[in-house]
């Protein structure tokens, strides 16, 4: 999806032109992998725009940098902060937000514990990251998502998503919208970018953290909106097959929100359509953000930005 430019990125506690971002060649970054990152989701509403779960995401960035021992410089408090200020400096609602930490230039060697931290939030327009409303015709991977003991899949680590391009490239090649993923005994784990929620029987199924998924907090808003709905929720390995028998099957995560599976490797998930568990989950979703029903979870941080048509419903 192409990148559409603002002009504000806030670096290290201000704010500086988004042409002025930039890094050297021999950042510790560039050839170790060695940032974590978050992405969210500012909504449109009609009493002005909010921050989709700001705080969680923000918790998220400085426990991944705490897996990895980087030093991120900033509490909780100021990245919230920072990331309101630069949405209402820029003055674009919807949007995507994506804060990142890494580690900078000055050190070379895999130990990176001398390399600088940089951190950054940029924001920009960002519509469907899944186009059209038919559902996505995904398949199963021939890549696994990682071992556990391996790379940590609770941090939202820019390498692991080396294995994500493997996972997405090899779905686009073979024409399909997405790949799911394995774990390293064979269950069911989740998408390049998504977690993944399947219904069989009136009863909504996911994949827990020991089957190598990150947390979402798309994920964990779906659980929290399906118990609202007294919609039954078990959180356990599944094989795979379950892809090919559910009832329903789909997507949720910051960029997908929440998408339904039309298909499974050529096989239709029931006919094809939007389930009705599905649905009622994703209306639910739809109408807390962009503010059809009250923010009753407190979900949403406001920012002063005038916000356009919103996006993805």
Not at 78 to 106: D, H, M, S
Not at 210 to 220: D, E, F, K, Q
Not at 281 to 300: H, M
Request: charged letters at 20%; proline letters at 6%.
């Amino acid at each position: 999806m192409p990148l559409e430019t603002t002009k504000n990125i806030w670096h290290n506690g201000r704010m500086i032109a988004w042409e002025d971002a930039q890094i050297h060649v021999m950042s510790h970054v560039v050839h170790y992998g060695s940032s974590v990152f978050e992405g969210l989701r500012c909504y449109a509403r009609p009493n002005g725009a909010g921050i989709f779960r700001l705080p969680e995401h923000m918790q998220r960035l400085l426990d991944s940098a705490k897996i990895y021992r980087m030093p991120v410089g900033y509490s909780l408090e100021e990245l919230c902060a920072a990331a309101v200020e630069l949405v209402e400096a820029n003055g674009v609602a919807p949007c995507y937000i994506r804060p990142i930490a890494f580690r900078g230039y000055g050190e070379i060697g895999v130990n990176p514990l001398k390399a600088p931290v940089e951190v950054y939030i940029a924001n920009f327009p960002w519509g469907k990251y899944i186009p059209g409303n038919a559902g996505a015709d995904v398949c199963v991977s021939s890549w696994n998502r990682l071992a556990p003991n391996t790379m940590p899949s609770l941090a939202k680590a820019g390498a692991n998503y080396m294995n994500s391009q493997l996972i997405r490239m090899e779905a686009e090649i073979n024409g399909y919208d997405e790949g799911i993923a394995l774990d390293v005994n064979g269950y069911l784990s989740e998408g390049s970018g998504e977690n993944l929620f399947l219904v069989r029987g009136g009863i909504l199924y996911t994949t827990p953290m020991a089957n190598s998924v990150l947390n979402g907090i798309t994920r964990t808003s779906v659980l929290t909106i399906a118990r609202d709905l007294d919609i039954p929720v078990v959180e356990q390995a599944l094989p795979r097959e379950m892809l090919y028998i559910c009832d329903e099957a789909f997507f949720s995560g910051t960029a997908a929100e929440v998408t339904h599976l039309h298909s499974v490797d050529r096989v239709l998930v029931a006919d094809g359509t939007m389930g009705p568990i599905t649905s009622a989950i994703r209306a639910e979703f739809f109408a807390i953000v962009n503010g059809t029903k009250p923010d009753r979870y407190g979900w949403l941080t406001p920012v002063k930005v005038p916000a356009a048509e919103p996006v993805g419903v």
